[in-house]
């Protein structure tokens, strides 16, 4: 599969990292606002195809898909863009800024008969599925807490009045599109949707910019579920869904890098973890490729449906803490 890029940054390079140990995925061309960074990149992977005009690449025969790793603000056009041209796109989370501009885009792609899937990779770690097959082993379940915060060494440049990309609203961002995600993801991909939620976070700024920090806890029938993130702090706290019976305890809820149960009265770990590639990218990639390869159009993993659930509740959530987008006056 023939893949175009857009965005030049350390996320592609770990995407195309990815590639390079997949048979059949092929850099073919790459898409900067200015051909200096273009041609730079294109030089570090020997691909003599560079664009600086997107229709022109999206119109372009050198390439059968798209990586899309610009700023979240950017999704949505993007997307379409390519959607509209027959190129497969594959788009880095969030998929989008909201739920209005993530319709456009399902519809885009069942309007062009063309793949689409928000590069979100908890699914794919192999460790995911044993987590699933092991659920039954704690009861039931009654509490979940997700947790990611990390701190960002970009906050140091913002304290210090240099506003970079990842907190500027104008771009979509913050700790809960950026960080807050991925439990958010996980937890909804294995339990649905709440019956409510409720959530608080701390807008920097005064309350006049980005958010830096979130708690959201969204209610189920007989169970509960709380995420923590941040974009200001760290924490060393696992993920952990608790039963009647007993726990369990993911290490980095983003990379599942580790999984342990844990036995009601017991302080034994058994670790259930499966090894994987060091290069978590890799198996949302070849899922993508496969994909493809298949003439199939849409992830029975990563589903429309659930990519619609999730930017849905961060629609919500937003909503609650106070987090507008420019993005969300374009409906």
């Not at 990292?17 to 995925?25: H, P, R, V």
């Not at 910019?209 to 579920?225: K, L, S």
Request: glycine share 6%.
């Amino acid at each position: 599969m023939r893949f175009g890029i857009i965005g030049t940054n350390w996320i592609t390079d770990k995407l195309l990292d990815a590639g390079s140990q997949l048979e059949n995925f092929e850099l073919t061309a790459v898409y900067s606002r200015t051909e200096e960074k273009a041609r730079e990149f294109a030089a570090k992977y020997n691909v003599k195809n560079i664009f600086t005009d997107l229709k022109e690449m999206a119109e372009s025969d050198l390439i059968d898909g798209v990586y899309i790793a610009s700023p979240n603000s950017f999704h949505c056009e993007q997307s379409v863009l390519f959607l509209k041209n027959g190129k497969a796109v594959l788009c880095e989370k969030p998929s989008v800024s909201n739920s209005y501009e993530l319709e456009k885009v399902i519809n885009t792609a069942r309007e062009n008969n063309t793949l689409y899937m928000e590069a979100l990779k908890i699914p794919f770690i192999p460790t995911y599925n044993v987590l699933k097959e092991n659920l039954h082993k704690v009861g039931k379940i009654r509490k979940v807490v997700a947790n990611y915060c990390q701190h960002s060494s970009r906050y140091e440049d913002y304290k210090k009045g240099d506003v970079r990309n990842a907190f500027k609203k104008e771009f979509s961002n913050g700790a809960l599109m950026d960080i807050g995600v991925y439990p958010l993801f996980f937890v909804i991909s294995l339990f649905g949707i709440p019956e409510k939620i409720t959530a608080e976070g701390l807008i920097l700024e005064d309350g006049k910019g980005i958010d830096g920090q979130g708690t959201v806890n969204m209610v189920y029938n007989e169970m509960d579920i709380t995420v923590l993130f941040s974009k200001i702090t760290n924490s060393y706290l696992p993920t952990e869904i608790m039963g009647e019976e007993g726990s369990l305890l993911i290490e980095h809820v983003s990379e599942m890098d580790k999984l342990y149960f844990i036995k009601r009265g017991s302080n034994e770990k058994t670790d259930l973890t499966l090894p994987r590639k060091e290069n978590s990218m890799y198996y949302e990639l070849k899922h993508f490729v496969d994909l493809y390869n298949e003439n199939k159009k849409e992830s029975p993993v990563n589903t429309f449906s659930l990519s619609l659930e999730v930017m849905k509740i961060l629609d919500t959530i937003r909503g609650k803490i106070g987090i507008i987008f420019p993005a969300d006056n374009k409906k």
